[in-house]
């Protein structure tokens, strides 16, 4: 949608093809259909939470940023606030506001909008620049449907999306197109998705959710990634934002031979500092049981899995408590293990880590530099960044620079 906008506003006749029954429809249920439609921060905080090909969006960005989308949508009626974390949603919290104004954009530029229309081929030519024997040797001549209709052009964008969340539509059509055209695609991966877990007890958590903790993920015995923030437990293994956000990095690695996550549930206390916390823990319970004063250190659900899970015996009187248990629940509140097995598929993923290699693509047009006037926009690229509105802000900035590149017929 924001390519065609930007396309129509260079003068050019614009047809906008939507396999779906309307448009929108991954916009719909972002943010749990509020639309976190992008994030409020200054230019070096947004950079930073692009996980792949951040230095590929510099021009992108730079010509339509978090400042240039917040007033188109509000010039196009929909009215935006700002919450936590510079998170952007419409006042009022639907999602089908900001694909409102998005059509009343198009209708404005009269956008010639086909619903049900499916596309099922890119059609180029052979071409010869006499100028310039480096240049792409092919051209767009359009597009075949999947109705068999033909429809020239003398600029097709992609903007397709990956394979997350297929029902939506991003079922890789785009990356069909982009590799019977010779594009290098960058394998895909689900991102910004759950993880799987090993160990059982941490199923038999689900549904607590930990807040102000610290994940650090661990592949191949390395740090890749360390945040603090919220954390869920599910039926399958780990979820939340913290986990979310790790998982685009597990996306990234290339050989994963081991993978584990250590959550520190006390980041604001030093070892030292909770040690000592332990200790007058312990003297106040004086002779009480073990498992009794855990519920002063841990959420209750949490608490009556501790002794499963470290092995000390519930039934031991506090002031019995060694020096060696007490470092076996100090070891298990600051750095708890979690082993990880993978990931939840494409159907839980928001978003799709890999896609057409950015390397065939001419980051100051997302011109494709292997078919002239072929352009790429949004996820089918491989570009992805964290939750908070980054990624919805990826596909309107490349979408509006692709919409807004000229072509030369």
Known sequence: MMAAVACADTGDSVILLEKNEKLGKKVFITGKGRCNVTNACDRDAFFSHVVSNPKFLYSAYSQFDNEALMEFIEANGTALKVERGNRVFPVSDHSYDI????????SKRKVD????CEVKDILTEEYVDPEDKKAPSKIIKGVKLSSGEILSADKVIVATGGVSYPSTGSTGDGYDFASKTGHKLVASKPALVPFTTKEEWVTKLQGLTLKNVKLSLHINDKCVYSEQGELLFTHFGISGPLALTASSYYAKADEIKSAYVYLDLKPALS????????IREFENGNRKEFKNILGELYPQKLASLV???????PYKRCNEISGAERKTLLKFTKEMKITITGTRDFNEAIITHGGVSVKDINPKTMESKLVRNLYFAGEVLDLDAHT?????????????LAGKSGYES
Request: aromatic share 12%.
């Open 388 to 400: 908070g509105g980054f990624n919805l802000q990826i596909a309107f900035s490349t979408g509006y």
């Open 113 to 116: 909008v086909r619903l049900h």
């Open 99 to 106: 694909i409102d104004a998005f059509k009343r954009a198009l």
């Open 307 to 313: 002794c499963d899970i470290t092995g000390l015996d």
């Open 271 to 278: 070892n030292d500092e909770f040690d000592k916390r332990l």
